[in-house]
């Protein structure tokens, strides 16, 4: 078997286990392997063994990459991941089925007219900037709904909302406030937790885990 196979089999039963813990039996999930920097032989594997979900953060190296492995696996779902520039959107539209990085109106317009150009439906995250960080990308908590209104009245298909908590802070704090957020907004998706802490947004009713070295092992670049 293959070590990234073994590898996502290993998450698989630590996230059953903790959902059994916790009790919550509504929960199942999804793991986007995050397969950014690395090659067709590392992915092929996964797909083999049946898995459809990947993100990446680049758009060009998804690109190419992805149109050959998207036409030969049919089910692949593929989700952007990285902040995503407005001169990139045609490419994006072209090629993604989830963006998980919009953070701002400029950006929400030029996606609902490259979506609506390309009569495609791509579900989308608004990126929530929640531990205030000007290095990081993000609506601020007090501007998501206004924002939210304004992506709706683009007819842009928002199913949740996305975060990266601040380095070196518990990040369940920031996981219990993205849930919370989500719930006002009535949406039915969450996007938070990777390799280091996908097991405590589990705890706060995360619906898309995003694990890159956790299951590929660590990257050279």
């Known amino acids: 078997m293959h070590h990234t196979q073994s590898n996502l089999i290993e998450i698989q039963k630590k996230i ?3 959902i059994k813990d916790l009790s919550l039996s509504n929960s199942n999930p999804n793991i986007i392997a995050v397969s950014k920097t690395f090659t067709e032989e590392d992915i092929i594997p996964l797909l083999d063994y049946g898995h459809n979900d990947f993100g990446e953060n680049k758009v060009q190296e998804a690109k190419k990459k992805w149109i050959q492995l998207k036409s030969n696996f049919k089910n692949v779902k593929l989700h952007m991941l ?3 520039q407005t001169n990139k959107v045609k490419h994006a539209v072209e090629i993604f089925d989830y963006i998980h990085s919009l953070d701002n109106l400029k950006l929400a317009n030029k996606l609902a007219d490259e979506i609506k150009k390309k009569n495609k439906d791509i579900k989308i995250f608004i990126q929530v900037n929640l531990g205030g960080e000007k290095q990081k990308s993000g609506i601020e908590p007090t501007e998501i ?6 992506c709706r009245s683009l007819d842009l298909n ?4 996305m975060c990266i908590p601040p380095d070196n ?3 369940k704090f920031f996981f219990k406030k993205l849930s919370v957020l989500n719930q ?3 949406l039915a998706e969450v996007s938070m937790g990777m390799t280091n802490d996908y097991l405590d947004a589990i705890e706060y009713n995360a619906t898309f885990l995003r694990i ?4 590929f092992g660590k990257r050279t670049s």
């Not at 928002?158 to 909302?161: D, F, L, Q, R, Y």
């Open 16 to 18: 059953k286990n903790k």
């Open 82 to 84: 990285g902040k995503l």
């Open 158 to 161: 928002i199913v949740g909302t």
């Open 145 to 150: 709904l206004s924002f939210y209104n304004s």
């Open 169 to 171: 802070q518990d990040p």
């Open 212 to 215: 890159g070295s956790g299951i």
């Open 184 to 186: 006002k907004l009535n």
